[in-house]
């Protein structure tokens, strides 16, 4: 039998919390013991409706709601439809009967709220949530190919109306902090600590007992932004498949043809049928491949990634106190500014002390913009402004225990600048270098000790991009190695770590893209169609301003590669058939 995952406590003015706690696990996930029991819960209010005044959902975890079970959905067959879709209409039925109680129902949101998350708060008539570090609200369920199934949907499009809650909530799954989802309308009301919440959300019931109603379930009630068939909706509508098309750039990804698809046929009929229209678009995606494949690379593969799947086993922990970064130029000067984020203190040396200053008014400008935008606060931004400390003079090194070499792509200058600092800072201190394609095992020749040389190379704009290669050159130690993957997760960013070889992993892949297109041009086939089939998969390269620039597209015109692309040969063989790439 299930555990029950939550609890039910009813105060003495007769309003019921009910706190969801999962035993297995630390977060709440919508698992068959939470069904469940939420389908008790729900069954019991009914019964003793009318000593109840209201109702308070919460949760015990530092988490509200972490959404669907994905262990489950990812097993699920094209012959299993007809069970998710009666599974996820009989969690329809549960929050469908909590909203239509005729008692107020409050969600008291004491953490991250996503997918499932937020659809149990949508269900309820009035949120709260608390203005915590790290919560976090929205419904991502796009980014793993599948849809908000639990209503979600259904209830934007109806809070929102069609193109405000398609655009701005449902097809990108954003993920909003707590302030944006207030300002944007998911949440109504803020709070700066978890333990104001429920006494809120009581106090709220106390104050509205009358607030029990939906807005689509009052009389008169007007979607907003009008239906389908409304004439400025009608005008706009049909352009809709086009832009997505576009942003898709053909991409076979199903679940965003799926989620607008739901908004618009929901739109034109009853809630609960709209519900179900929902219930079998998501039944489709869960069981379909291209959900699994999302969900295996973006849930499962980053989640073991960012726990740590791929540092060495049996190495303590050895935490970085202070980083040096050689070069101030737009690399180094984004990676001084994430590591003082992160709260680091910074030693950025340059040539001279004014090119130091240049790289760090990079950090300013940054700060300026957060200020501006509320992101931070004056003291705050001080404070990371004063860690990073600027120089020309090697000396100012002493006391750093990571060293990051940013200059330019050149083994000889990079020899060069790590011989100056190498004696002056710490004795363990790892040597890292954001080269793009020189090898590793190749740079490591210029310093003394090999064993704690390795390669970290960012993208750029670094305070943007998440990702961040960790390179291991023939000597480096797995010492260096865990220390170097211990501070890429401490800045927020996803390690991925790879062996030494020429352009190391997403230059050699961004390559071959750059080389199989200029084949076909060679070739005379028509550019726009012969470039669109390896946009699909992964990120379009940028136009690279001068060969210097660091962005990805630079990567592949580096004379450190093997092979520049003005100096291919006239007519290497080629994995694209020309025949299907002219076909219209």
Same mark, same amino acid.
């Given at each position: 039998?299930?555990?029950?995952?939550?609890?039910?406590?009813?105060?003495?003015?007769?309003?019921?919390?009910?706190?969801?706690?999962?035993?297995?696990?630390?977060?709440?996930?919508?698992?068959?013991?939470?069904?469940?029991?939420?389908?008790?819960?729900?069954?019991?209010?009914?019964?003793?409706?009318?000593?109840?005044?209201?109702?308070?959902?919460?949760?015990?975890?530092?988490?509200?709601?972490?959404?669907?079970?994905?262990?489950?959905?990812?097993?699920?067959?094209?012959?299993?439809?007809?069970?998710?879709?009666?599974?996820?209409?009989?969690?329809?039925?549960?929050?469908?009967?909590?909203?239509?109680?005729?008692?107020?129902?409050?969600?008291?949101?004491?953490?991250?709220?996503?997918?499932?998350?937020?659809?149990?708060?949508?269900?309820?008539?009035?949120?709260?949530?608390?203005?915590?570090?790290?919560?976090?609200?929205?419904?991502?369920?796009?980014?793993?190919?599948?849809?908000?199934?639990?209503?979600?949907?259904?209830?934007?499009?109806?809070?929102?109306?069609?193109?405000?809650?398609?655009?701005?909530?449902?097809?990108?799954?954003?993920?909003?902090?707590?302030?944006?989802?207030?300002?944007?309308?998911?949440?109504?009301?803020?709070?700066?600590?978890?333990?104001?919440?429920?006494?809120?959300?009581?106090?709220?019931?106390?104050?509205?007992?009358?607030?029990?109603?939906?807005?689509?379930?009052?009389?008169?009630?007007?979607?907003?932004?009008?239906?389908?068939?409304?004439?400025?909706?009608?005008?706009?509508?049909?352009?809709?498949?086009?832009?997505?098309?576009?942003?898709?750039?053909?991409?076979?990804?199903?679940?965003?043809?799926?989620?607008?698809?739901?908004?618009?046929?929901?739109?034109?009929?009853?809630?609960?049928?709209?519900?179900?229209?929902?219930?079998?678009?998501?039944?489709?995606?869960?069981?379909?491949?291209?959900?699994?494949?999302?969900?295996?690379?973006?849930?499962?593969?980053?989640?073991?990634?960012?726990?740590?799947?791929?540092?060495?086993?049996?190495?303590?922990?050895?935490?970085?106190?202070?980083?040096?970064?050689?070069?101030?130029?737009?690399?180094?000067?984004?990676?001084? +500014?994430?590591?003082?984020?992160?709260? +680091?203190?910074?030693?950025?040396?340059?040539?001279?002390?004014?090119?130091?200053?240049?790289?760090?008014?990079?950090?300013?400008?940054?700060?300026?913009?957060?200020?501006?935008?509320?992101?931070?606060?004056?003291?705050?931004?001080?404070?990371?402004?004063?860690?990073?400390?600027?120089?020309?003079?090697?000396?100012?090194?002493?006391?750093?225990?990571?060293?990051?070499?940013?200059?330019?792509?050149?083994?000889?200058?990079?020899?060069?600048?790590?011989?100056?600092?190498?004696?002056?800072?710490?004795?363990?201190?790892?040597?890292?270098?954001?080269?793009?394609?020189?090898?590793?095992?190749?740079?490591?020749?210029?310093?003394?000790?090999?064993?704690?040389?390795?390669?970290?190379?960012?993208?750029?704009?670094?305070?943007?991009?998440?990702?961040?290669?960790?390179?291991?050159?023939?000597?480096?130690?797995?010492?260096?190695?865990?220390?170097?993957?211990?501070?890429?997760?401490?800045?927020?960013?996803?390690?991925?770590?790879?062996?030494?070889?020429?352009?190391?992993?997403?230059?050699?892949?961004?390559?071959?893209?750059?080389?199989?297109?200029?084949?076909?041009?060679?070739?005379?086939?028509?550019?726009?169609?012969?470039?669109?089939?390896?946009?699909?998969?992964?990120?379009?390269?940028?136009?690279?301003?001068?060969?210097?620039?660091?962005?990805?597209?630079?990567?592949?015109?580096?004379?450190?590669?093997?092979?520049?692309?003005?100096?291919?040969?006239?007519?290497?063989?080629?994995?694209?058939?020309?025949?299907?790439?002219?076909?219209?």
């Amino acid at each position: 039998m299930p555990d029950n995952t939550i609890q039910w406590d009813k105060d003495a003015d007769g309003i019921v919390t009910l706190t969801m706690d999962d035993p297995s696990g630390s977060a709440n996930v919508m698992n068959e013991a939470y069904i469940e029991s939420m389908g008790k819960a729900v069954d019991r209010l009914v019964a003793e409706k009318d000593s109840i005044t209201g109702v308070v959902i919460t949760s015990a975890k530092k988490t509200f709601f972490a959404g669907g079970d994905v262990k489950t959905m990812v097993q699920a067959r094209p012959e299993d439809a007809g069970d998710v879709f009666n599974t996820v209409e009989t969690v329809k039925r549960q929050f469908r009967t909590l909203e239509t109680l005729g008692k107020p129902v409050v969600a008291a949101i004491n953490g991250a709220a996503l997918g499932g998350g937020l659809e149990i708060a949508l269900a309820c008539h009035h949120r709260i949530a608390a203005d915590v570090k790290g919560s976090q609200i929205g419904l991502p369920e796009v980014t793993l190919g599948l849809l908000p199934g639990a209503g979600g949907v259904t209830r934007t499009v109806r809070m929102f109306g069609i193109q405000n809650a398609f655009v701005n909530i449902l097809s990108q799954g954003t993920r909003f902090k707590p302030a944006k989802a207030k300002e944007i309308g998911l949440v109504d009301e803020l709070l700066p600590t978890v333990e104001e919440l429920v006494p809120a959300a009581k106090a709220w019931i106390k104050a509205n007992p009358d607030s029990h109603e939906q807005p689509w379930d009052k009389k008169g009630y007007k979607m907003p932004g009008g239906t389908p068939s409304s004439p400025g909706l009608a005008s706009i509508l049909p352009s809709f498949p086009a832009l997505l098309r576009k942003q898709l750039k053909g991409a076979p990804m199903p679940a965003p043809k799926a989620i607008l698809s739901a908004a618009v046929e929901g739109a034109q009929v009853d809630f609960d049928t709209a519900t179900r229209i929902e219930s079998r678009y998501f039944a489709s995606l869960v069981t379909g491949q291209v959900a699994k494949n999302m969900i295996q690379a973006f849930f499962f593969d980053l989640q073991a990634i960012n726990a740590g799947g791929s540092r060495p086993d049996g190495i303590a922990k050895t935490p970085i106190k202070k980083i040096g970064v050689l070069g101030a130029g737009m690399m180094g000067a984004g990676i001084a +500014y994430v590591s003082a984020k992160a709260g +680091y203190d910074v030693v950025l040396k340059d040539v001279s002390l004014e090119a130091a200053q240049k790289g760090k008014g990079y950090s300013e400008k940054l700060e300026a913009k957060a200020l501006e935008r509320g992101r931070t606060t004056q003291e705050r931004s001080d404070a990371l402004l004063a860690r990073i400390t600027p120089t020309g003079d090697p000396a100012d090194l002493k006391g750093v225990d990571f060293v990051i070499e940013a200059v330019f792509e050149n083994q000889e200058l990079k020899h060069k600048v790590f011989q100056e600092i190498e004696d002056i800072v710490e004795p363990n201190a790892v040597l890292g270098s954001n080269t793009s394609t020189l090898p590793i095992t190749g740079l490591a020749t210029g310093v003394k000790r090999q064993e704690d040389f390795i390669g970290i190379h960012f993208f750029s704009p670094v305070d943007k991009m998440p990702l961040v290669e960790i390179i291991k050159g023939e000597k480096t130690s797995d010492e260096a190695l865990a220390r170097v993957f211990d501070y890429t997760l401490a800045i927020g960013k996803t390690p991925i770590v790879v062996n030494d070889s020429r352009g190391f992993f997403t230059s050699r892949v961004i390559g071959t893209f750059v080389n199989e297109r200029w084949l076909c041009s060679a070739r005379a086939w028509n550019r726009r169609r012969s470039s669109r089939p390896g946009r699909r998969p992964g990120t379009r390269p940028r136009r690279c301003s001068s060969p210097t620039s660091s962005t990805w597209s630079s990567c592949t015109r580096s004379p450190s590669l093997p092979v520049r692309v003005s100096r291919m040969p006239a007519a290497p063989t080629s994995r694209i058939r020309p025949r299907r790439l002219s076909r219209r």
